[in-house]
């Protein structure tokens, strides 16, 4: 019966967006906003309760494909505009609850991959980060992604990762590499066996490693091998961090 709900109800939003009928300001003659919410709350609940639930973009093309049956095509915007606005009811919702804004931020701009946003999941993570900023070491860690996701941002920017090369060991010149390689393998090789707690826990300890990394090594090292696998290196921890949360999101005290 939940589920009929939820696809009923994603059923008439993708309807709605796909023939440009989306809510403006205070105008929403449809009630799509509390559509939006019905989807959000009952998703919500089934994941709270351990059944396994699928990514909002997953569950929208599951729409969308209902639609070319009858020969109306939903575009991928108009999916990518359901979604976002799924994301933002979510966001209301949250931050109504007490959750902060700048953590429910972060962790709904996760890299969430192909299936799109897990609502009880993207919940989950603010929650665990609320709890997370309380702690006398997450200014420091926090700052220490930062400069992981930025520096992997510029790295692909100047276009050095291109083709996303792996890191080659063989082209390690300091310790802080290899330990902070290693930290990197072990993490995303467990990733999957893990809960958002224990990831989150791993993220932590990668604080130190990337301190030391950015101190002792120079990222953009004038050997351009040696460079684009450094900044292999970086934007693979940078990803790993990313799908927890956006770290740039989050504020933290001076």
Known sequence: GRWLAVFDRLDTLVG??????VPRGSEDPFA?????????????????????VLGLSALLRSVASAYAAFG?????????????????RLRAALEEEGLPYDVVQASLEADVGED???????EERAQLLARFKGEEDAKWTIEQWVRTTRMAR???????????????????RQGAEADLHALWRELREDWGSLTWEGRLARLRGF????????????VMDPDPDVRRNRLALVAGVADLIRR???PERLVVGG
């Not at 109306?72 to 933002?88: I, K, N, P, S, Y």
């Not at 510029?154 to 390690?172: V, Y």
């Not at 604080?207 to 120079?218: G, H, K, N, S």
Request: aromatic share 8%; charged share 20%.
């Open 16 to 21: 709605f967006f796909s023939v440009g009928i």
């Open 32 to 52: 799509l906003r509390r559509a939006a919410n019905g989807v959000v709350q009952v998703l919500r609940q089934i994941g709270r309760e351990g059944s396994p």
């Open 72 to 88: 109306h095509v939903v575009t991928e915007a108009t999916l990518d505009e359901v979604h976002g606005f799924l994301a933002q």
């Open 116 to 122: 799109g946003l897990v609502v009880h999941e993207a």
């Open 154 to 172: 510029k790295g692909r920017e100047e276009g050095h990762l291109a083709g996303s090369p792996q890191p080659d060991l063989s082209l390690f």
């Open 207 to 218: 604080a130190e490693a990337i301190d030391r990394f950015f101190t002792d090594v120079l």
């Open 244 to 246: 927890f949360a956006d």
